[in-house]
Structure formats: C-alpha cells, structure tokens
T-cell receptor, first 115, second 114 residues
Framework: DAGITQSPRHKVTETGTPVTLRCHQT?????MYWYRQDPGHGLRLIHY???????DKGEVSDGYSVSRSKTEDFLLTLESATSSQTSVYFC??????????????FGPGTRLTVL | AQTVTQSQPEMSVQEAETVTLSCTYD???????LFWYKQPPSRQMILVIR??????QNATENRFSVNFQKAAKSFSLKISDSQLGDAAMYFC???????????FGGGTRLMVKP
C-alpha cells in the first residue's frame, strides 16, 4: 500500500468555522491531489499539486484552498465551512515517471461533517 | 468533457462464480488510461487494475481481468472465483495521458452471496 495518511480521519465542525485537512506521504511522489466523494458519486477533483508551492484548481475548487510547503505534506483548507462541504475527502498521490504519473493511489479518507 | 458511465448500480454474484461489471466512457483523446478501483465498507479506495489505451492486450491481475474495447469505448471488469471479500463498491475511472484529474463513474455495488 502507498504510504499515505490523512488527518483527522473524522471531524465535525460548525458552519462558518475554518477547517484544515492534512495529507502526508512517505513515497516522495511529486504529484498530490485532493478529491471529495459525495453519496452515490465517484470522486471529484478539488485541487492538485505538481510540486512544492505549485498548485492548481480542479473541477470543484470553489470554497477551498490548498498549500504545499514540503514534498510530503498537502493541506486542504475550508476557509469558512458550509453544509455543502459535508463530504468524504480523499488525498491521492502519483509518481513523476512515464506512465506512473497517470496512476493515483489514495489515502484512507477523512469524513467531514459541517453542522 | 470526458464522461464515465456505469449502468449497473448493483450486481450480485454467488461465491466462487464469475461476474462482469460494465463501464463505458466518452473521450476525444486517443492516449489515456482506464482503471477499476474497489471501495469496501472501510472506505479505502483500492486500485484493482489498470489499462493503457495504447495496449491492445487486456490487463489481468490474478482473479481480475478487463475486456477493453477501444472502438466501442467499453471497459468491463471480470471477477472470477468471486470471494466474500470482493463485496464492495467498484468504480471505473478515466484519465488522459499526463492529465491530472481522474473522472469517475457513479459506481457499482457488488454483493457476494455465500
């Protein structure tokens, strides 16, 4: 299994509060991703990173920001959480090698509930 | 935009039997990758199998194999000798070569009957 951890694994928060989720990898992979999964759906990309301090938006980036100050850590921040951001959040990583770039390995997920 | 469709919300199979999960996709790209991920009740997304579009040979991983029909844009997963531990949600996913975003289908829930 890829060495990916996410913290916290579960969080309950209130509307309007800031929330930060952490993804940590021990694989030294260049690419890191944040997805969200909602009931009955597959995963949708929020943001991704292609190196330290290099990030870009995904499909559903509104209301989220990210930061990557070290290769191993990728943070997802909800500046002011809303109930629509209640979801399961997954981090993923992929290598910077031919073909390997395209294969993403996922962390265990974080269940976030915004009341 | 790419889309991935899994037309079977639920499937069931008897233990030790074979089951096939369907997936179709739409893309204008010629170079891409397709995946099947398994999500058991633990919620972990586990890579089951990967297919490169430029390869004509169907991928196989132990009891899991795919039937990749590029012209028809079809990518089905066959599970042989089904086991109780195979019970899970299965997601088909697509990514263009050197892309960043996996596009997922809606998933198929597989139940395995003892």
């Amino acid at each position: 299994d890829a060495g990916i951890t996410q913290s916290p694994r579960h969080k309950v928060t209130e509307t309007g509060t800031p929330v930060t989720l952490r993804c940590h990898q021990t694989e030294n992979h260049r690419y890191m991703y944040w997805y969200r999964q909602d009931p009955g759906h597959g995963l949708r990309l929020i943001h991704y990173s292609y190196g330290v301090k290099d990030t870009d938006k995904g499909e559903v980036s509104d209301g989220y920001s990210v930061s990557r100050s070290k290769t191993e850590d990728f943070l997802l921040t909800l500046e002011s959480a809303t109930s629509s951001q209640t979801s399961v959040y997954f981090c993923a990583i992929s290598e910077d090698i031919a073909g390997g770039r395209n294969t993403q390995y996922f962390g265990p997920g974080t269940r976030l509930t915004v009341l | 935009a790419q889309t991935v469709t899994q037309s079977q919300p639920e499937m069931s199979v008897q233990e030790a039997e074979t089951v096939t999960l369907s997936c179709t996709y739409d893309t204008s790209e010629s170079d891409y990758y397709l995946f099947w991920y398994k999500q058991p009740p633990s919620r972990q997304m586990i890579l089951v199998i990967r297919q490169e579009a430029y390869k004509q040979q169907n991928a196989t991983e132990n009891r899991f194999s795919v039937n990749f029909q590029k012209a028809a844009k079809s990518f089905s997963l066959k599970i042989s000798d089904s086991q109780l531990g195979d019970a899970a949600m299965y997601f088909c996913a697509y990514i263009r070569n050197a892309g960043n975003m996996l596009t997922f289908g809606g998933g198929t829930r597989l139940m395995v009957k003892p």
